[in-house]
């Protein structure tokens, strides 16, 4: 079982940056690949990005490459998401999600992970 806290979240203007975390527990967090999805109203759960179990391959949304950058600490339990140069259209509740990774590789579909977290609001004004 993981358990996964995210952090991070907030109100930003457009053009600026933040930075979230996802903490998780248990020992094991270096066999999972780490995945982070948003969803805005109205809206299904969007892949934005993904990093495997040793941090040497990230993967990323068309919309969100060249701004936001995957890592992860396995040291600390824990997975990153910067994000820079904010849009309006990046405002959603982020969620990361974990999924034991045996090959190396990780998943963009949300129903691929078998852990979630409760999610962290970004708001970004124009």
């Known amino acids: 079982q993981v358990q996964l806290v995210e952090s991070g979240g907030g109100l930003v203007q457009a053009g600026g940056s933040l930075r979230l975390s996802c903490g998780a527990s248990?020992?094991?967090?270096?066999?999972?690949?780490m995945g982070w999805f948003r969803q805005a109203p109205g809206k299904e759960h969007e892949f934005v990005g993904a990093?495997?179990?040793?941090?040497?391959?990230?993967g990323y949304s068309k919309s969100v490459a060249g701004r936001f950058t995957i890592s992860r600490d396995n040291a600390k339990n824990t997975v990153y998401l910067q994000m820079n140069s904010l849009k309006s259209e990046d405002t959603a509740v982020y969620y990361c999600?974990?999924?034991?990774?045996?090959?190396?590789?990780?998943?963009?579909?949300?129903?691929?992970?078998?852990?979630w977290g409760q999610g962290t609001q970004v708001t970004v004004s124009s």
């Open positions: 999600a974990a999924r034991p990774d045996y090959s190396g590789s990780y998943r963009t579909n949300w129903s691929e992970y078998h852990y």
């Open positions: 248990g020992r094991t967090f270096s066999s999972y690949a």
């Open positions: 990093i495997t179990r040793s941090g040497g391959s990230t």
